[in-house]
């Protein structure tokens, strides 16, 4: 009788626990698919309106930059580099190798090797470098001494000279012994934030620096001290990096006091171009004290 009561108590106690949660359920009403459609296309068209406005304001077409760097100070006479392996080689007939980190025209006072590159593009009008560049060594010296490359482009790193280089390239997996004569071919892969240098494991007085861009807006300035860079988007605002090998600013970058140009003390400096633009910042003199004795 006893195991009979509980039987009882126990069904009435589980139905009491039924009608309890089914006391507390809410049921949301049934979705409503048609409203649901039109506010996903109304989404959609918005989206897709602001996508159009954002597409016209990275404006259109291509233009140019270009300049001149030229320095005011005096770059002294250049300091000879201490060579003390190879000597039949490296020093042949009495030769004597110097320091590239700071050369001057005589005549035009053009700085030579001074990078400029665009930080960040929206756009690129040619998607892929085309043809091998070539970083070569000779008389125990790298006779580029700042090379720009596109990521993806080959680089033939040659060895002109009659011994054996160990090339370096910083911030790569690129480091091998080219024997004389010899050549092999490096592509780079990923972008330099700024210029990273280029060793020989051998001569310790061989460097270079090399500077590699995915877009391609990098230029090096020649010996004239002028530089141009084509083909960048028009129409929206352009943010550039200048280095120089021997710029007292951080890490490299050049700082100038060029107020029209927005030129910060990270070497940076923005513009605007126009369609078809080929804008010439004319000569851009770097005064003594803004490079490294």
């Not at 990273?196 to 877009?215: E, G, L, Q």
Request: with cysteine; net charge negative.
């Amino acid at each position: 009788m006893l195991t009979r009561c509980y039987e009882i108590t126990f069904v009435l106690f589980a139905v009491t626990l039924c009608l309890g949660c089914g006391q507390k359920r809410v049921v949301g009403p049934a979705p409503d698919m048609v409203a649901a459609r039109d506010l996903r296309e109304s989404l959609e068209k918005e989206s897709g309106a602001e996508g159009k406005v954002e597409e016209k304001s990275l404006g259109t077409g291509w233009a140019s930059l270009k300049g001149k760097f030229t320095f005011s100070g005096s770059p002294g006479a250049p300091k000879p580099l201490v060579v003390d392996k190879d000597t039949a080689v490296c020093s042949k007939d009495g030769m004597q190798l110097f320091e590239q980190s700071l050369i001057v025209d005589e005549a035009s006072k053009g700085l030579a090797n001074v990078v400029v590159f665009l930080r960040k593009s929206s756009r690129v009008k040619n998607e892929s470098a085309t043809g091998k560049l070539v970083m070569d060594q000779k008389n125990c010296e790298f006779l580029t001494p700042v090379f720009a490359a596109r990521v993806g482009q080959a680089v033939d790193v040659k060895n002109s000279d009659p011994i054996g280089h160990n090339t370096n390239i910083s911030g790569s997996s690129f480091n091998q012994l080219i024997p004389s004569g010899d050549s092999t071919v490096f592509t780079p892969s990923r972008e330099t934030g700024l210029p990273v240098s280029v060793t020989c494991n051998i001569h310790p007085w061989m460097k270079a620096y090399a500077v590699f861009r995915k877009d391609g807006y990098v230029a090096v300035s020649s010996g004239d001290g002028t530089f141009e860079i084509p083909d960048l988007p028009a129409g929206e605002p352009l943010e550039f990096q200048v280095w120089h090998e021997r710029a007292t600013g951080r890490s490299g970058a050049l700082d100038l006091d060029q107020p029209e140009l927005k030129w910060n003390s990270k070497g940076r400096f923005k513009i605007t171009l126009k369609e078809n633009e080929v804008r010439d910042l004319g000569t851009i003199e770097i005064p003594a004290d803004a490079i490294s004795g």
